[in-house]
């Protein structure tokens, strides 16, 4: 999927409640991804931000779903999976997306989807909003959720 034609959100989250539910595979492309939704949530005036670590992205969904329970205004959920020799990528990324969309659809609660799903490591760094990345996902999870939050405020 290209990245290009993505929107620049001008958000105000202040007073919005943020869970950040991020898996632990893939460090040096999830210290990206962790960097860039901290520094957009940051940038939006969100303070209230909470961390929480899983061990694989299998694990989002649940993560997401007690922090929709427990208050979360929004969840940014963040993981990198990569295609390796066996099927297991795709019943991994199938169950951490469509978990994903459950929590989302299910709860009412905005969830920033920052999970990649990448044929190799060059693919996810390029992404990571690392120096020298393409793109910012972790960053655009994190703006999305918080912007959501407040297109929702005016239904
Ligand atoms: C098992 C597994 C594999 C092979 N690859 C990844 C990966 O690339 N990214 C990721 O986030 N998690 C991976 N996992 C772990 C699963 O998500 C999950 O944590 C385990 O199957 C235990 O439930």
């Excluded at 929709?68 to 990324?93: E, K, S, W």
Aim: aromatic share 4%; net charge negative; with cysteine.
């Amino acid at each position: 999927m290209s990245g290009a034609g993505a929107p620049r959100l001008e958000i105000d989250g202040t007073g919005i409640r943020v869970v950040v539910v991020a898996a632990s595979w893939h460090t040096q492309v999830m210290d990206g991804l962790l960097a860039g939704t901290r520094r957009a949530l940051a940038a939006a005036g969100v303070t209230d931000v909470t961390e929480v670590r899983v061990p694989g992205s299998f694990e989002l969904p649940v993560a997401a779903s007690r922090a929709a329970a427990a208050g979360a205004d929004a969840v940014v959920a963040l993981g990198v999976v990569i295609r390796g020799g066996t099927p297991h990528f795709d019943y991994v990324c199938s169950a951490a997306t469509s978990g994903l969309t459950d929590v989302t659809v299910r709860t009412g609660v905005p969830v920033g989807f920052g999970l990649l799903t990448c044929d190799d490591e060059a693919q996810a760094l390029d992404r990571a909003g690392l120096e020298g990345s393409n793109e910012d996902k972790g960053a655009e999870a994190a703006e999305a959720a918080v912007a959501t939050v407040v297109a929702l405020r005016a239904l």
